[in-house]
């Protein structure tokens, strides 16, 4: 997978974990496929890692995070590494909060990397995001591409996630999750 779609230097973001939009198109790009490659689909997908991470849901294009972003860093004269690193801080705990003009807020953290310092993510709890685990949207998304019926089982959950390493769900809290971010996911 390509995490650098529309993402402009020098910004790290990655979409699929952080932009309901681009997991949208991902997930119709992958159902037009005809034969989705399995082993490719599960590579890209641990690009989710394994915790909790948060989702913009709101209309700003990648594109345009990226471009509103920028005008702040440029604005506070701070859009070099150098400048950017003092102000934001190197320390993994170290990080700044923006707001866009959608009144949604983003993180902002240094990475280590010339031509990608800016980390950019949504801030938690902010406006136009939700929180999820990244077991529940993987699930969701490869039961989407690969099974795709409207009647979702717990069964047809547990047929899915084994292609990623999952283990069967058991609690049905977790299967509730997984029904909610797939109608999301189809909303």
Not at 26 to 50: C, P, V, Y
Not at 164 to 173: E, V
Request: with cysteine; glycine share 6%.
């Amino acid at each position: 997978m390509n995490t650098d779609y529309q993402i402009p230097e020098p910004f790290l973001f990655n979409p699929i974990k952080h932009h309901l939009g681009f997991i949208k198109e991902f997930i119709n790009l992958n159902i037009d496929k005809s034969g989705t490659d399995i082993q490719e689909l599960a590579r890209d997908l641990k690009h989710l890692g394994t915790s909790v991470m948060d989702i913009y849901s709101g209309s700003l294009s990648i594109r345009n995070i990226c471009i509103e972003a920028k005008e702040f860093l440029r604005q506070k004269n701070i859009f070099r590494s150098e400048p950017y690193s003092v102000w934001v801080g190197t320390k993994m705990d170290c990080f700044r909060i923006i707001p866009l003009s959608d009144g949604s807020q983003w993180t902002l953290k240094f990475h280590d990397n010339p031509q990608r310092f800016v980390h950019i993510f949504p801030a938690r709890n902010s406006l136009h995001t939700f929180r999820v685990k990244s077991n529940t949207l993987k699930s969701a998304l490869i039961y989407i591409i690969i099974l795709g019926k409207d009647l979702v089982t717990g069964h047809d959950l547990n047929k899915v996630r084994p292609l990623l390493g999952l283990s069967p769900i058991k609690d049905a809290i977790d299967t509730e999750a997984i029904l909610e971010m797939i109608e999301i996911l189809r909303g």
